[in-house]
């Protein structure tokens, strides 16, 4: 998902991250919050399954009050939401064409 040298397949190279069946796991109803966060990461990366995103996204909210994610896990959420925010290296993405990368 975040590269420092974007390549070709790096996109289909991530994909078995998001099957149907490590995607049905995380969004289990006892799904902890790195898993919560990794499913709807997947549902934009994969740019499926949006219909639920918002109630996935309350349920992930809440996780914080009832269990306190552990350094690592904040640290591996904050790279990603970065990559989120670079659009997993898109080119045409919102930042690169606004000129906020150069």
Known sequence: MIATH????ACESVLPLWS???QARRSAPDARA?????????????????DGF????ARLLERPDIEEPEGR???M????NIGALLEYGRS???LRRT???G
């Open 6 to 9: 974007p390549f070709g397949t």
């Open 20 to 22: 149907q069946t490590a």
């Open 92 to 94: 045409q993405g919102v």
């Open 54 to 57: 918002s109630a996935t996204l």
């Open 99 to 101: 000129g906020a990368l």
């Open 77 to 80: 959420m904050a790279a990603v």
């Open 73 to 75: 896990e904040w640290t």
């Open 34 to 50: 790195p898993e919560l966060f990794v499913f709807l990461h997947g549902l934009l990366f994969t740019n499926t399954q949006l």
